[in-house]
C-alpha cells in the first residue's frame, strides 16, 4: 500500500519520498491511519519493521495541524520515551527527516553526555522529546521540564524499558503527563509486564500485532555453529578473515566479554571497536560512525546496541555468545535483513548455552540451522563420533563373524546333503548291479 492512501499529508509524502519510502510496511499500514483518527494504540512487531515510521508520521501530522503561534514559547506535547541512548538519537534524527516541511522542533535528552547543551535547547521551547527516562527525570527535577502539557506519548520499545528497570520511572512520569492524552505503545511481544504496562498507560487501546518472524526467517540466513566456549575467538577470527568479511557486527553477553573479544580480534590484525555501556557517549558515537563508513572492520557491542542501531545494508551479525533472553536474539538478528535487504546472523553456540537456543526455537517457532565448522568441532562432539565409530566398527566385525560362521553352517548343510546324495547314489548304483546278476 502506498503512504498516499494512508491518509497522510503532503508535507510528509514529500519528506519520505525523499528518504526512499515507496510502500508502507505492514505496521505502517495498520498504525498510521488509528493514530491519525486520535487512538490509542498497542502495537507488537518485531525490530525493523518501520515502527518509528509508524508513530512519528501521524504525530508529526497531528502536531502541524495544531501549530502555535511563532512568538509564542514553545511547549512539550509529544513525549517518546525509549531505552536507550542509541535509540533517542536515531528516533530524534528520523524525526527531524521526516518533519523538515514543518516547523516544529525536537529534541533528545539521554544520558551518558553533558546537561548543559540539552538544557539550552530545552529553554528555547521544544514541541517533540525523544528521552531516556532517567535522564528525563533528571531534568524534571532540574526543572527542566513541564510535562503538563503533553498531548502524546509514545512508549517505543516498552518491553526493553522493563526489562531495564524503569518501571518506577514510568510510574513517575506517567503521574506527570494529563490523563487527557493519546498514547501509543510499542513492544516486539505481548508479555504479561508490557500487558500489565498497557493497563496503566492505555485508555481502550487499538490492538495491533504484526507477525514477521517467517519474514525474519526468509530475509536472515540463519546459522548456528556447535563449538567449545574456549575456541569461539579464534572460530570468529578465521570465520571472518577466511571469508573475507568488512562489516561484522559482533554481540557479547557481557562488558568483560566485549573488551576481551575486541582486544584478541585487534591482535588477530582485525581493527575492531568496541561498544557498551561504561564506553563514554563521545566514543560510542565515534563508534558506530566509524563502523558505519566502514573506517573499521568489526564492531563488538553488548546487548545496548540490539536496539537503535541502524545500519544500512549490514551483511553480518554474529552472536559470539547468545543473550540471557531469547527475544534480544531477535533485536540482535534483526539489525542485518533490513529494508528488504538480505542478511546473515551466525551464532556460535555452546555447550551451556543449548538451553537458550531451545529458548530461541520456541520464540521463533522453526528449528535453527546446526553445523560444526571444520577444525572447530566441539570436544565432546568429537569424541561422540570417535565412540559412534567404535561401536560401528564392532558391529561391523560382529556381522562379520556372524556371516563367517553362517557361510560355514551353511557349507557344511551342502556338504552333508551331498554326501548323503552321493552315498544314495552309490546304493542305487549297487542293487541295480545285484539284480543284473540276479
Not at 500500500?1 to 505492514?26: D, N, Q
Not at 488509528?34 to 487512538?39: N, R
Not at 591482535?267 to 568496541?274: A, Y
Request: net charge positive.
Amino acid at each position: 500500500m502506498s503512504f498516499e492512501k494512508l491518509g497522510l499529508v503532503p508535507e510528509l509524502l514529500s519528506a519520505i519520498s525523499e528518504l526512499g519510502y515507496t510502500k508502507a510496511t505492514p505496521v505502517q499500514k495498520k498504525v498510521i491511519p488509528f493514530v491519525i483518527g486520535g487512538k490509542d494504540v498497542m502495537a507488537t512487531a518485531q525490530t525493523g519493521t518501520g515502527k518509528t515510521a509508524a508513530y512519528a508520521l501521524p504525530l508529526l501530522q497531528i502536531l502541524s495541524k495544531r501549530d502555535i503561534k511563532e512568538k509564542t514559547k514553545r511547549i512539550i506535547r509529544a513525549l517518546v520515551l525509549v531505552p536507550t541512548r542509541e535509540l533517542a538519537a536515531q528516533v530524534e534524527k528520523s524525526i527531524k527527516l521526516y518533519g523538515k516541511n514543518f516547523s516544529l522542533v525536537s529534541c533528545a535528552v539521554y544520558g551518558g553526555v553533558k546537561f548543559t547543551p540539552q538544557t539550552k535547547k530545552l529553554e528555547r521551547g521544544v514541541d517533540i522529546l525523544v528521552a531516556t527516562p532517567g535522564r528525563l527525570l533528571e531534568h524534571v527535577k532540574q526543572g527542566n521540564i513541564n510535562l503538563s502539557k503533553v498531548e502524546i506519548v509514545v512508549y517505543d520499545e516498552s518491553d526493553r524499558i522493563l526489562d531495564m528497570g524503569f518501571w518506577e520511572e514510568i510510574i513517575t512520569i506517567s503521574s506527570m503527563i494529563p490523563k487527557k492524552r493519546q498514547t501509543l505503545l510499542f513492544s516486539v511481544e505481548q508479555s504479561k509486564s508490557v500487558k500489565k504496562f498497557s493497563e496503566l498507560t492505555l485508555i481502550k487501546p487499538v490492538k495491533v500485532t504484526i507477525n514477521n518472524q517467517g519474514d525474519l526467517a526468509k530475509k536472515v540466513r540463519q546459522t548456528i555453529y556447535i563449538c567449545d566456549q574456549d575456541k569461539k575467538s579464534a572460530l570468529l577470527s578465521y570465520m571472518i578473515g577466511s571469508k573475507n568479511w568488512h562489516q561484522v557486527l559482533v554481540f557479547t553477553k557481557t562488558r568483560k566479554s566485549a573488551d576481551d573479544l575486541g582486544k584478541y580480534l585487534n591482535e588477530s590484525g582485525l581493527k575492531t571497536l568496541i561498544l557498551h555501556g561504561e564506553k563514554a557517549h563521545s566514543k560510542r558515537t565515534k563508534a558506530l560512525k566509524d563502523f558505519k563508513n566502514g573506517t573499521i572492520r568489526v564492531l563488538v557491542a553488548t546487548d545496548i546496541a540490539s536496539r537503535g542501531l541502524d545500519i544500512e545494508d549490514l551483511p553480518h551479525v554474529i552472536n559470539y555468545e547468545l543473550p540471557g533472553d531469547a527475544e534480544d536474539y531477535v533485536h540482535r538478528i534483526g539489525r542485518t535483513g533490513r529494508a528488504g535487504n538480505l542478511g546473515e546472523a551466525i551464532s556460535l553456540v555452546c555447550k551451556d548455552e543449548r538451553k537458550v537456543l531451545k529458548d530461541i526455537e520456541r520464540l521463533l517457532k522453526y528449528g535453527l540451522q546446526v553445523e560444526f565448522f571444520e577444525g572447530f568441532e566441539p570436544k565432546e562432539w568429537i569424541e561422540k563420533e570417535a565412540n559412534k565409530h567404535t561401536i560401528k566398527a564392532k558391529i561391523e566385525r560382529s556381522q562379520e563373524r556372524r556371516s563367517k560362521t553362517a557361510n560355514s553352517v551353511v557349507g557344511m548343510r551342502r556338504k552333508k546333503a551331498n554326501d548323503r546324495n552321493a552315498q544314495k547314489k552309490a546304493t542305487v548304483k549297487k542293487r541295480k548291479k545285484v539284480t543284473k546278476r540276479d
